[in-house]
C-alpha cells in the first residue's frame, strides 16, 4: 500500500510582539530633565539634611528616620499633563533592601520599590519608574513600608515621556499565528507567530 508521503521540519518561528502600545502624544513635562534636590524646599524629610556621606548631588541629601511612614517628599511642575520618567538617586549602605512606596499626588505609582543596597552609604545609585503628571504642582511621596525606614536620599530627575503606566491606554490585542508561506527560487519559507503566552519550550511540527 502506499502511503503518502509526509515530511516534518521543525522550522524557527518569527518572534512578533503581541502587546501594541497605542501612540499618545506627550506635551513635555519639562524642557529637558530637572533635577529636584531633596534638601530644598518644597521638598520635604522626615528626618535630617545631612552631607556626612560623599558623592551626593547638591549641598546634602535626605536621611529619613528609620521607621515606616517616615517619608521624603518632592513637589515636580509638568508645564502639561502626561507620561513622565522618574529618576531617583539614593544610597543604601545597609545589607539589606528598603522597600518604599512611590506615590504620585497620593496614589501609590508603584508598592514597595526596592532601594536596595549599595557598596557603602558613600556609594549612590538610581531607581527609575514611569509616572503619569498631571499639568501643575504633583507631588511625589517616598513612603517607607519597614521600620529600617528610607535609604538615603539625594534627588529626583524628571524627564517628559517615557513608557505612560498602563492605566494611561497600553492596548493589548490577541493575535492568532498568522502562518505565511512564501514562495522563492529554492522552496518555501515558512513562518508564523511566536506568542508572548507560549512556553519557552515551545516546538512546531509542520506537515506537508
Ligand atoms: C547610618 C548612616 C545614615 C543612614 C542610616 C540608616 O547611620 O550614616 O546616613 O541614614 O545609617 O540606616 O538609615
Ligand atoms: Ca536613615
Redesign the pocket.
Known amino acids: 500500500m502506499h502511503s503518502p508521503k509526509r515530511r516534518v521540519a521543525l522550522l524557527t518561528a518569527c518572534a512578533v510582539a503581541t502587546v501594541g502600545a497605542l501612540t499618545t502624544t506627550v506635551t513635555a513635562a519639562s524642557a529637558a530633565g530637572t533635577r529636584y534636590e531633596a534638601e530644598t524646599s518644597p521638598s520635604t524629610c522626615d ?2 539634611i545631612d552631607s556626612n556621606h560623599t558623592g551626593y548631588s547638591g549641598s546634602g541629601f ?5 521607621a515606616v511612614g ?1 517619608a521624603a517628599q518632592f513637589t515636580v511642575t509638568a508645564s502639561a499633563a502626561g507620561a513622565a520618567t522618574i529618576t531617583i538617586g539614593y544610597a543604601n549602605g545597609t545589607t539589606a533592601t528598603r522597600p518604599t512606596d512611590v506615590l504620585v499626588n497620593g496614589a501609590v505609582a508603584q508598592s514597595a520599590m526596592t532601594f536596595d543596597a549599595t557598596a557603602n552609604w558613600d556609594t549612590w545609585a538610581t531607581k527609575t519608574l514611569s509616572v503619569s503628571l498631571v499639568a501643575g504642582n504633583n507631588t511625589i511621596r517616598l513612603t517607607p513600608t519597614s521600620a ?5 536620599i539625594d534627588y529626583l530627575d524628571v524627564e517628559a515621556g517615557g513608557t505612560p503606566p498602563v492605566e494611561q491606554g497600553r492596548q493589548m490585542e490577541k493575535l492568532n499565528r498568522g502562518v505565511t508561506s512564501v514562495h522563492s527560487s529554492s522552496g518555501n519559507m515558512v513562518s508564523w507567530r511566536l506568542l508572548g503566552t507560549d512556553p519557552a519550550s515551545v516546538t512546531f511540527n509542520l506537515y506537508r
Open positions: 528626618g535630617t535626605c536621611n529619613g528616620t528609620n517616615a529600617d525606614g528610607l535609604a538615603n
